[in-house]
């Protein structure tokens, strides 16, 4: 199904996302792309309804004010300006239009269809997919998290399968965390998964690896080889399924943006591993692929489970990793997030997760004295991720999950709440 789209031309505005949004959330679809496209560039888009021209305070590069071609204005498209000089464009804002505002634009003056929802894009999407895969196949790294399950989820419905997963545990994951992605996918959704337990591989390249760069590095380029291995043993695939995501295009796609950051997908492969890729959701904002994944019908858990990071308890095992530290750490980390669940904390609380230092605490444990390791719990909220503020958890559940956690894990002998906010510090510890 065509959807009709309002266009946002990028000339500085820091709010270009801001403004895409609500126009999303009126039912309608909306791009945002660079100041300079062409005639033909934006003629090539579908069902153009109307052109938003946003500027900003970054709308001089180079010394240089950033301006649109001069053509697009003869093009006839319906067009508002906003804190952008714009004299051929009839109506000029000076700061962010209001719903009511954005409103009128969007349906009264670009006579937009509200057909922008999960329903459609899903069909869309599936179409797509299956006219660009045909009969061949496409590998999937399925980490279990967001936006992977949520690819997987769409995989199957289109092409079943022709896709195959692969799963790699490198030992680093949170409790029983490999094993539902194995019961969802391949038990549930009737994956073609391939499951290759890297455990051993991985904490041998990591022992006596103290330096949290170095620990990120060997597990990333880890990944790589053991995923490498995985698809040089198949067979007739040709295409790679990747979790791209909307804002990863914006950041990497406009000249006036100030940070631009590298996809942090399954890259790095040799070129003679060199598929075509395969996006299902790169049109798509973080919330918009939890609602896909919910329309998909995979389990509210995994839609919305929280950030992990990818070397995942790698960076939550401060300094080298021990076993016996990260059995601490995944045993611990289990409970916080069963008692933030029971206190209904796991959908007030943005991450929350625990830390297990690599150093010993004093303790008192059967009357007498023992060492044991220190838990430090973390519980943040952001918008961005960019600034975190602190939970403030009631004093009854923290002493709850301390108890729990010194009762049910012997080797901690106490545990703290950490309560820097971001900044000073980072969310995460390394």
Request: aromatic content about 6%; hydrophobic content about 40%.
């Amino acid at each position: 199904m065509k959807q009709d789209m309002i266009v946002i031309l990028d000339l500085g505005s820091t709010e270009n996302t801001v403004v895409a949004r609500e126009i999303r959330e009126l039912g309608v679809y909306s791009e945002i792309h660079p100041h300079d496209i062409t005639v033909e560039e934006l003629q090539a888009l579908d069902n153009v309804k109307g052109i938003i021209l946003n500027g900003g305070e970054n709308r001089v590069v180079d010394g240089k004010e950033v301006e649109i071609r001069p053509e697009l204005y003869t093009l006839g498209y319906p067009m508002i300006s906003v804190d952008y000089p714009a004299s051929k464009c009839e109506k000029q804002l000076k700061e962010l239009p209001n719903k009511e505002e954005l409103k009128q634009f969007v349906f009264e003056e670009c006579k937009a269809e509200a057909n922008w929802n999960m329903k459609n894009f899903i069909e869309d999407q599936v179409e797509l997919i299956r006219k660009q895969v045909g009969d061949k196949k496409v590998l999937l790294a399925l980490s279990g998290g967001v936006d992977s399950s949520v690819v997987a989820a769409m995989l199957i419905k289109a092409i079943g399968q022709q896709l195959v997963c692969v799963h790699v545990n490198h030992g680093l994951m949170r409790k029983n965390e490999s094993e539902s992605v194995v019961k969802i996918f391949r038990d549930e959704l009737h994956a073609n998964l391939i499951y290759v337990d890297a455990t051993e591989r991985f904490l041998g390249k990591l022992e006596n690896v103290a330096d949290p760069e170095e620990k990120r590095k060997i597990i990333g380029g880890e990944f790589i080889r053991v995923f490498e291995e995985e698809a040089r043993k198949l067979e007739g695939i040709d295409f790679l399924g990747q979790g791209t995501i909307y804002p990863d295009i914006i950041e990497s796609g406009t000249k006036t943006a100030k940070c631009v950051k590298s996809h942090h997908n399954v890259g790095g492969l040799p070129e003679d591993l060199q598929f075509e890729l395969v996006e299902p959701l790169k049109q798509l904002f973080k919330d918009e692929v939890r609602a896909c994944g919910i329309e998909l019908g995979l389990p509210h858990d995994m839609v919305y489970r929280q950030p992990f990071p990818g070397p995942g308890l790698g960076v939550r095992c401060l300094g080298a990793i021990t076993r016996d530290r990260l059995e601490a750490l995944r045993e611990s980390d289990a409970i916080l997030r069963e008692e933030f669940a029971k206190a209904g904390l796991d959908k007030k609380v943005w991450q929350y997760f625990t830390v297990v230092p690599d150093f010993k605490a004093v303790g008192v444990r059967d009357n007498a004295r023992s060492m044991g390791y220190m838990v430090v719990i973390r519980a943040v909220n952001t918008i961005d991720a960019m600034t975190a503020s602190i939970e403030r958890i009631d004093y009854d559940i923290l002493e709850k999950i301390c108890a729990r956690i010194t009762a049910e894990v012997p080797s901690v002998s106490r545990v703290c709440y950490e309560i820097t906010p971001k900044p000073v510090a980072t969310i995460e510890f390394e």
